[in-house]
């Protein structure tokens, strides 16, 4: 019955993601300047925003753990799951936005790549995330736990540092969207349209994905424990 | 000779005294962490020079960031060294069980820290200037608080890193990959800062790249502060 039920969410998220691609590339009509390039917009923006939901969950899980190491370690395992699947898949989202970005702005800007407020705050969350990573590969157990909630915290405190350097320094990403402005916000209601279905897509496949991430990593803390038992116990 | 230990407990700036004048004393002996730094910036500094021969104009572009990076690229193996000395005859576990309050002990190393990246600057500075035949057409006096400033950023950064990235496998390879994409904002506001001094330009005429960065380094030493107890105790 919960197999049956989990496939048949697995298929409603696929079949909204072909909705979405629907919406995106054959719905929504061709935009005035930029032509069929600007239908990137409908992936780019819905996966960047999920990827900053993504780095918040793990931010958020970490606090959560450090709060809960030595009161409730039980759940502090649980918060501990879900910062590193949020950070995993933070990363995969965030990884798109950064391949998406240089496709379209290669033939609207004329360049692949410019060091710009948005830019470069997302590249620098990028190469953060993948620190923290790192760092979780290269140390053990649960002081591996510690350190990588630590990092987390630290990095997360850069983002709104190098977002604001960067808005003082210069910029050439287009304006925010929505809320960035009188003129802000999409105008065509088809184009809206899409660009809503696709930020739904996306954040149900997302959230699939980490909660198919963080039961992986809860069912692998758990073989890690009985390991240790059996290991304590000289079996 | 061991001195006779005192039951008094002792006040908070005696424990920084204490600890730092440890460290200097130590690095008087052995000179490895001054040493190793200041042949390694130079290096660097010569092998830029080679790899973009530049000319007057182009190196008070460039030479903010050549400064910077050859900083940063020679502090890392003495920040690696810094906690690696306490490693061995279990030095670190003896301060682990001691009664003080930790963040004497960060904070003394800091500022040890801070003294070395300081000296070999200072030795620095005036082959620096001779290599890229610089001569401030800014404000130099300011580079007397925007070089302390992010020496603090990186140093405080690095000596909190570092002593997370001990208890790694790999570590003197992980203190780089995670500090450095913490390190990028202040690495920005540094560079930029010095090279509005160098070329004298007048693009920052209210000092802001300066007052991110001392935000920077007040926002992270206090994070760092309050974390670093967690990151002593991790296990």
């Known amino acids: 019955m919960k197999r049956l039920l989990l496939l048949l969410a697995f298929a409603g998220v696929v079949a909204l993601m072909a909705w979405g691609f629907n919406q995106a590339i054959f719905v929504a009509p061709t935009e005035a300047t930029m032509g069929d390039v600007q239908r990137i917009f409908y992936y780019h923006v819905p996966n960047a925003m999920l990827s900053f939901l993504f780095f918040a969950i793990s931010f958020v899980a970490s606090i959560l753990f450090l709060a809960w190491k030595n009161s409730a370690p039980e759940r502090a395992q649980a918060a ?3 910062a590193l699947a949020s950070a995993e898949v933070g990363v995969v989202f965030c990884s798109v936005v950064l391949i998406t970005g240089p496709l379209w702005a290669r033939p609207v800007w004329g360049i692949w790549w410019t060091w710009d407020a948005r830019l470069t705050t997302t590249l ?10 790192l ?3 290269f140390a053990e157990g649960a002081q591996m736990q510690t350190l990588a909630a630590v990092l987390s915290i630290f990095g997360a405190l850069d983002v709104p540092i190098v977002y604001m350097a960067n808005r003082w320094w210069r910029t050439q990403h287009p304006a925010p969207v929505f809320g960035g402005g009188p003129d802000s916000g999409i105008k065509d209601p088809t184009m809206l349209a899409a660009f809503g279905w696709n930020v739904l897509a996306w954040a149900a496949w997302g959230l699939m994905l980490l909660a198919f991430r963080v039961h992986v990593e809860r069912r692998q803390q758990r073989i890690r ?3 240790t038992v059996a290991a304590l116990a000289g079996k | 000779m061991m001195q006779p230990v005192s039951a008094q407990p002792r006040g908070w700036f005696e424990l920084v005294r204490t600890h730092l004048l440890k460290d200097l004393r130590i690095e008087w002996r052995s000179r490895e962490a001054i040493q190793s730094m200041l042949f390694f910036a130079l290096l660097v500094v010569v092998l830029f020079s080679m790899a973009f021969d530049p000319t007057a104009a182009a190196s008070r572009e460039i030479a903010g960031g050549v400064l910077c990076v050859a900083t940063l690229f020679a502090s890392v193996s003495a ?3 810094a906690w690696t000395r306490e490693i061995r005859h279990e030095v670190l576990d003896a301060l682990r069980l001691t009664p003080a309050d930790r963040s004497a002990i960060f904070v003394a190393k800091v500022l040890a820290n801070f003294f070395f990246v300081t000296v070999v600057q200072i030795l620095l500075g005036p082959v620096f200037f001779i290599f890229y035949n610089l001569r401030p057409l800014g404000n130099g006096w300011l580079l007397l608080a925007v070089i302390p400033l992010g020496t603090w950023a990186l140093v405080a950064n690095g000596t909190f890193f570092a002593a997370l990235s001990i208890r790694s496998r790999n570590r ?10 913490i390190f990028l904002p202040a690495l ?4 930029l800062a010095v090279k509005t001094v160098l070329t004298g330009d007048g693009s920052d005429p209210h000092l802001l790249w300066l007052k991110m960065l001392a935000g920077y380094d007040i926002i992270f030493m206090t994070v760092s502060l309050l974390l670093f107890d967690t990151v002593l105790q991790a296990e």
């Open chain 1, 80 to 82: 501990d799951a879900w």
């Open chain 1, 124 to 133: 620098i969350l990028w190469l953060i995330y993948v620190s923290y990573l």
């Open chain 1, 135 to 137: 760092l979780r590969r």
């Open chain 1, 225 to 227: 424990h009985h390991q």
């Open chain 2, 79 to 81: 920040l690696n060294q």
């Open chain 2, 172 to 181: 003197e390879l992980l203190l780089p990959l995670i500090l450095f994409p």
């Open chain 2, 188 to 191: 920005l506001a540094m560079v």
